[in-house]
């Protein structure tokens, strides 16, 4: 699943900080990882506020948390993507 501003994304977010092909999320050996592939990084909030910075590189996705691209989330950011990961 990809995640940017160009509309062949899976999940199109339209942002100036959000580049056409900004992140990836992979499913592989029983876990879901996302690798960020963008020039401005993304930021990981989980569910127990704890901020993950991604920038060039994957990150582990577990719980529940909020995806922000291009910078680290704000209160009322419209174009945050929640995600959960049931197992």
Same mark, same amino acid.
């Given at each position: 699943?990809?995640?940017?501003?160009?509309?062949?994304?899976?999940?199109?977010?339209?942002?100036?900080? /959000?580049s056409r092909l900004h992140a990836r999320i992979?499913?592989?050996?029983?876990?879901?990882?996302?690798?960020?592939?963008?020039?401005?990084?993304?930021?990981?909030?989980?569910?127990?506020?704890?901020?993950?910075?991604?920038?060039?590189?994957?990150? /582990?996705?577990?719980?529940?948390?909020?995806?922000?691209?291009?910078?680290?989330? /704000?209160?009322?950011?419209?174009?945050?993507?929640?995600?959960? /990961?049931?197992?």
């Open positions: 699943m990809t995640a940017g501003r160009a509309d062949q994304n899976d999940i199109v977010v339209r942002g100036e900080l /959000v992979d499913y592989r050996n029983g876990r879901f990882s996302l690798t960020d592939q963008s020039t401005n990084g993304t930021w990981v909030t989980d569910a127990s506020g704890t901020e993950h910075p991604v920038r060039h590189d994957s990150l /582990v996705l577990s719980g529940t948390g909020t995806i922000s691209f291009g910078r680290p989330a /704000v209160p009322g950011q419209k174009d945050l993507v929640r995600y959960s /990961v049931v197992v």
